[in-house]
């Protein structure tokens, strides 16, 4: 067989302009997975409550990112999605493709120039971090839809806690520490609680207590509240960080329904009552920049933070195409491919993800 690699991202609109904008929010809004209900009521909400309004406020908020990784570069999604597809490619020296499960390069692009490329074997990376059926399963499953029987597909799992992965998080957040600064707020995308509770297998763990996430159960296998608990966990011990050092918290919530808490918005307009004055902030649920974290998080979460009395606001980077991170993921490409790597011999290898078959 001939083995390829598919990279997945969530997704940009092609320009900021309101029509790309409103075409990129109608497709993924319109997936069960993102708002799970009905398709009559998800179509009502979708043509009714928000297409008519949100594409201009979202597309003035692109325009205010747009080329922020340099001049010309535009979505910087899909810039440094791009970067990681190239690296990806000449370490592993095999077919590479990036698609976006939502907007474009599309999947069904992708996986016809694999095709092309005579791609039997397929590799998929989606490229979140934590499990969520709004990012991870939602890709999964339309990947495999649209190859069909056309070729055998294995999926990389959520990497939350895997030891390179964090090692990268850690180092890019160190390299960002100011001088001086008095805490470290690790802010996650927000998701519904009624999504935690649906992904709970056992029905009766998650949300169900105050201590959950840190009561074992085979649902943290699949739950996305305790995977960004875990990576923010891990990073913090790495960085020798104590417990009132740091915390989590949920951004972007949408709508009225109960999201996870506690709430970013309401974090950052709190902690400078609470002797916080100079904040660094983290969003580890993106390993590339987008406008929830430059937009969101490096213009409004700033205005928000300092108008309440905050002195010093940092916001660190995604992982973009730093070199340690590149290095993680293609590693776990050949391992999950059974690919001979130089850098180490295999006992000293670092561990990856096992594939989903």
Known sequence: MSSGILLVNLGTPASCSVT??????????????????????????VSCFVLPFRPRRSAAAYASIWDAAGPGTGSPLLHY????????????????????????????????????????????????????????????????ELAGNRMRIRTLPPFHAEPDYIAA????????????????????????????????????????????????SPAHKTCYRQHCRSTSLRVAEALGLAPEQWSVSFQS????????????????????????????????????????????????????????GGLDYTLVPCLNNRGDWMQALTRWCRAALQIPTTESAPEESPSAPSVVR
């Open 253 to 308: 919530r949408l709508g009225r329904q109960p999201w996870l808490r506690p709430y970013t918005d309401h974090v950052l307009a709190e902690l400078p009552a609470r002797d916080v004055r100079r904040l660094v902030v983290v969003c580890p649920a993106f390993v590339a920049d987008n406008l929830e974290t430059l937009e969101e998080m490096g213009l409004g979460g700033r205005e928000t933070f300092l108008e309440a």
């Open 20 to 45: 790309d904008v409103r075409r990129y929010l109608g497709e993924f809004l319109m997936d069960p997975h993102v708002i799970d209900v009905p398709w009559p009521i998800r179509r009502m909400i």
């Open 81 to 144: 999605s791009r970067a990681l597809e190239q690296g990806a490619r000449a370490a592993v020296q095999l077919p590479c493709e990036l698609a976006m499960r939502y907007g474009e390069p599309s999947i069904s692009g992708a996986l016809d120039r694999l095709q092309a490329a005579g791609v039997d074997d397929l590799l998929v990376v989606p490229l979140y971090p934590q499990f969520a059926d709004s990012t991870w399963t939602t890709t999964d499953l339309r990947v495999r």
């Open 169 to 216: 998080l850690a180092a890019l957040v160190r390299e960002h520490l100011p001088e001086q600064w008095d805490h470290l707020l690790f802010s996650y995308h927000g998701l519904p609680e009624r999504h935690i509770t649906r992904a709970d297998p056992t029905g009766n763990h998650c949300l169900k207590s105050a201590n959950c996430c840190e009561t074992p």
